[in-house]
C-alpha cells in the first residue's frame, strides 16, 4: 500500500515536472521571438534614423545654399547653383542664373517680370 502511494506521487512528480519543463520550452521559444522582433525593431530604428540623418543633413545644406544665394541676390552678385535637380529649370535673371522648381517658376515668374524694367522700344 505505501509502495503503491509512493508510485503515485511519483508519477504525479513527474507528471508535474514534464509539465513544468513543457512550459519552460514554450516560454524560452517566446523569448526567442520577442528577441528576434526587437532586433527586427531596432534595426528599422537605425535604418530610420540614418534616413532621417541623411535628410536633415541634405536640408541643412539646402538651407545654407538658400541662405548664400539669397545673400548674393542681395548684393547683385551672380547666382550659381552646385547642382541642378530634376523637375527644376533655369531661369535666368539680368545675367544671373535662378533655379526653381515648376510650381516656382508659375508663382515667381511673374514677380520677377515685375520687378524687371520693360525694354525700351
Known sequence: MQVEDERRHADQYKEQMEKANARMKQLKRQL????EEATRANASRRKLQREL???????EGLSREVSTLKNRLRRGGPITFSSSRSGRRQLHIEGASLELSDD???SKGSDVNEAQPAPAE
Open 104 to 106: 516656382d517658376v508659375e
Open 32 to 35: 526567442e521571438e520577442a528577441e
Open 53 to 59: 540623418d541623411d535628410a536633415t543633413e541634405a536640408n
